[in-house]
């Protein structure tokens, strides 16, 4: 795996918790929190340590609306912590490394 497919299966996490482009609930966050963390997605690029975003859109109201999911990586490039940001709350899971 490359490090472009591993962002994308990092994405495709997140948009399988915001079906049909629909809001990301507080429940889908909490879901989704432990299933990053409990994954054996193993970033690629070892010498990117640390921290890594990427971005899914809803339609709220006939606006695209971003939820942003940022997360770091251990040494061994396992996820440690995840933060995700949407216009209603920002929720994090794990242990923040820095």
């Known amino acids: 795996m490359i490090y472009p497919e591993y962002l994308s299966a ?19 966050a909490d879901e989704m929190g432990a299933r990053l963390l409990a994954s054996d997605i193993i970033n690629p690029n070892l010498s990117k340590k640390g921290y890594h975003q990427t971005v899914a859109v809803f339609k709220d109201r006939g606006v695209w609306t971003p939820v942003t999911l940022h ?10 912590y995840v933060r995700v940001h949407t216009p209603s709350f920002i929720k994090e899971y794990g242990k923040e490394r820095f």
């Not at 997360?71 to 440690?80: A, M, N, P, S, V």
């Open 10 to 28: 990092i994405q495709s996490i997140l948009i399988e918790y915001m079906p049909n482009e629909t809001v990301l609930t507080k429940e889908n």
């Open 71 to 80: 997360w770091q990586t251990e040494e061994e490039g396992r996820i440690l």
